[in-house]
């Protein structure tokens, strides 16, 4: 039984961390493309900058898979989308959550006593902010919009 849960545990936070990407994961998937790219690219791949020029597989090793992808067809050519969010919790203040209950035994009285008190808890909501917009023009980046904070 406990080999089970430990067993369980493990695969829980294998599967937990295999949604985790980082660049060295992201090379080490396409070793031959990061193989094919100059020195000074590789470096700003590995800090996770990108430029104008890129193509997909470029983007992909320094930002990852984006959150969303579209596809815009115009009378000037066909572009593709890559949308990167980021996702926060916003404090949304506290709510009350009940009352707890606390009994103690009064000395004067010789009786037990019930005592409530009013609990709180803290709630927050789940914020997502587009943070990066990448736009491919013909297999190559032709338009980066990044917030600016």
């Not at 815009?72 to 949308?83: E, M, N």
């Not at 203040?93 to 037990?112: E, I, K, M, W």
């Not at 491919?136 to 917030?147: M, P």
């Amino acid at each position: 039984m406990k080999h089970r849960i430990l067993t369980v545990l493990s695969l829980a936070a294998l599967a937990f961390f295999a949604g985790c990407q980082t660049v060295d994961s992201r090379i080490k998937e396409k070793p031959e493309v990061f193989a094919k790219l100059d020195p000074a690219t590789q470096d700003k791949v590995k800090q996770g900058i990108i430029e104008l020029g890129y193509n997909e597989d470029t983007v992909y090793l320094a930002l990852g898979a984006p959150d969303h992808k579209r596809e815009s067809v115009t009378a000037g050519g066909r572009t593709v989308t890559w949308i990167y969010n980021t996702y926060y919790d916003r404090y949304d203040g506290s709510v009350y959550a009940g009352y707890h209950r606390s009994v103690y035994f009064d000395p004067y009285l010789r009786a037990y006593r019930m005592y409530y008190r009013p609990v709180y808890a803290d709630t927050y909501v789940t914020e997502k902010e587009e943070r990066i917009r990448v736009v491919f023009k013909d297999g190559k980046v032709a338009v980066i919009e990044q917030t600016k904070e």
